[in-house]
C-alpha cells in the first residue's frame, strides 16, 4: 500500500509548458493529503520557491537536490557547503565572468552576467522567474548548494578547478553544485522515509528530469512523466501522460491510489 508519494516540481506537479499547476493536479494532492497519505516535494528548486505549496496541504519538503529537507519549520537534514569552498567558488566564478546562484533559506546570485540572455532563459525555464534575483548581500551564511550557470564547455574549467565538488547539471545552461557525495534525490527520500517509519515499498515518486532519475528506481513505484527525457522514462516502473495533460492524475488514478 502507497503511504507516500514524492514529487518533483518543475515539469512534473508543473506544467513543462507554462509553469502553472492544473485544478485536477491540485485537487488529487488534496485527495492524497485527505486520505493521509504523505506528499513531499523534492525539487531542485530553493527552499524559498517551494513554500507556496504549503497551502495544498504539502508540509516535507526537499529542496537543493536533496541538500536541504525540512518538515515544516523542523530541520530533517541539512547538507552545508564550507564557508572555504563558498568563498574560492565564487572568487574564481568572478574570475572567469561567470554567473552562479545560491541556494540559503532564500535564493540570490553573483550579479554577474544578468542580462546575459542564456541565464535569464535558464531562470525562467528552470524556476519560472522573469527577473534576476538579488545580488548575495553576505558569504557568511549556509549555503546548501550553488548553481553554476554555464554549459558544457564553459563548465569544463570548473570541473577541473574543483574535482572534489559534485556537478549535477539539470538543464543545458545550469548545474547544481554540491560539496558532499552523498546528496542525492534518492538519499533524501531515504532520509525522509525512515523519520517517518515509511518503507521504500510503500512509496510513489513522480519525475520528469535526469536528476530524478535515482528516485524512480529507488521507491516501489517509480513514475515517469511523459514530457520527461528518455533516460528517465527507463528508469520508470510506469511512463504516464505530460505534466501539461494532467499526468500525475492519470497515473494515480491507474494504480488506484486515488479515485
Known amino acids: 500500500m502507497i503511504k507516500i508519494v514524492f514529487m518533483d516540481v518543475d515539469g512534473t506537479l508543473l506544467s513543462e509548458k507554462d509553469r502553472s499547476l492544473s485544478q485536477s493536479t ?98 525562467r525555464d528552470t524556476l519560472g522567474l522573469m527577473v534576476s534575483p538579488l545580488k548575495i548581500s553576505s558569504l557568511e551564511q549556509e549555503v546548501y548548494c550553488i548553481c553554476l550557470y554555464a554549459d558544457q564547455a564553459e563548465a569544463e574549467k570548473f570541473h577541473s578547478r574543483f574535482p572534489t565538488l559534485k556537478f549535477v547539471r539539470f538543464h543545458p545552461y545550469v548545474s547544481n553544485v554540491l560539496e558532499e557525495n552523498e546528496v542525492s534525490k534518492s538519499i533524501a527520500a531515504g532520509k525522509v522515509l525512515a523519520h517517518l517509519n515509511i518503507s521504500k515499498e510503500e512509496a510513489m515518486a513522480f519525475g520528469d528530469g535526469e536528476n530524478d532519475t535515482d528516485l524512480l528506481e529507488y521507491v516501489g513505484l517509480g513514475i ?28 494515480l488514478r491507474k494504480f488506484k491510489i486515488i479515485e
Open 26 to 123: 491540485e485537487e488529487s494532492i488534496r485527495k492524497l493529503v485527505r486520505r493521509g497519505i504523505q506528499v513531499v516535494l523534492v525539487t531542485g528548486r530553493p527552499y524559498n520557491l517551494c513554500r507556496d505549496f504549503r497551502k495544498l496541504g504539502i508540509d516535507t519538503m526537499i529542496s537543493a537536490n536533496g541538500a536541504l529537507i525540512k518538515s515544516g519549520e523542523e530541520v530533517i537534514h541539512k547538507s552545508v557547503l564550507s564557508a572555504r569552498m563558498v568563498r574560492e567558488f565564487s572568487e574564481f566564478a568572478e574570475l572567469n565572468g561567470s554567473s552562479i546562484s545560491y541556494f540559503t533559506e532564500s535564493f540570490e546570485m553573483n550579479g554577474l552576467c544578468t542580462r546575459d540572455v542564456r541565464v535569464t532563459d535558464a531562470l
Open 224 to 251: 515517469a512523466m511523459g514530457n520527461g527525457g528518455e533516460r528517465v522514462k527507463q528508469s520508470a516502473d510506469y511512463v504516464t501522460l505530460r505534466a501539461s495533460e494532467d499526468g500525475i492524475t492519470h497515473a
